[in-house]
C-alpha cells in the first residue's frame, strides 16, 4: 500500500502565500505523475498543477504565473508554492500520485490520493 500525506494548508489573506507538501511512503518502486488537485464545495475536483518524474509541468490556466510545482524524487515527495492567491481558490487541496509498486513477480502501476488539506483564502 501507499499513502500520501499532505501538509501546509491554512488560512491566508487575498493576495497571500502557501506552500503545500505531499509526501508519499510505502511499497514504492518508482513515482511517475505527480498532481495537485483542490474541491470547493459543490464543485467538482479539478487540476491545480502536475509534474512527471522527468520534472515536465502542468498548470491549469488558472494558476499559471502564480503557482509552482516541484518535487523532490529522493524524499517522494511534492510541492506547490501559490502565490496571489485568490478567495475564489478556498478549496480542499489534494495531493495524488501514480505509483509503481512491486509484489513478488510483479509490478503494478495504481493512482492513490491523499486525504486532502484545507485552504481558506479570506480576510
Known amino acids: 500500500q501507499v499513502q500520501l500525506v499532505e501538509s501546509g494548508g491554512g488560512l491566508v489573506q487575498p493576495g497571500g502565500s502557501l506552500r503545500l507538501s505531499c509526501a508519499a511512503s510505502g511499497n514504492i518502486f518508482s513515482i511517475n505523475t505527480m498532481g495537485w488537485y483542490r474541491q470547493a464545495p459543490g464543485k467538482q475536483r479539478e487540476l491545480v498543477a502536475a509534474i512527471t518524474s522527468g520534472g515536465s509541468t502542468n498548470y491549469a490556466d488558472s494558476g499559471k504565473g502564480r503557482f509552482t510545482i516541484s518535487r523532490d524524487n529522493a524524499k517522494n515527495t511534492v510541492y506547490v508554492q501559490m502565490n496571489s492567491l485568490k478567495p475564489e481558490e478556498t478549496a480542499v487541496y489534494y495531493c495524488?500520485?501514480?505509483?509503481?509498486?512491486?509484489?513478488?513477480?510483479?509490478?503494478?502501476?495504481?493512482?492513490?490520493w491523499g486525504q486532502g488539506t484545507q485552504v481558506t483564502v479570506s480576510s
Open positions: 495524488n500520485a501514480d505509483v509503481t509498486s512491486y509484489k513478488p513477480s510483479y509490478y503494478y502501476t495504481d493512482s492513490y
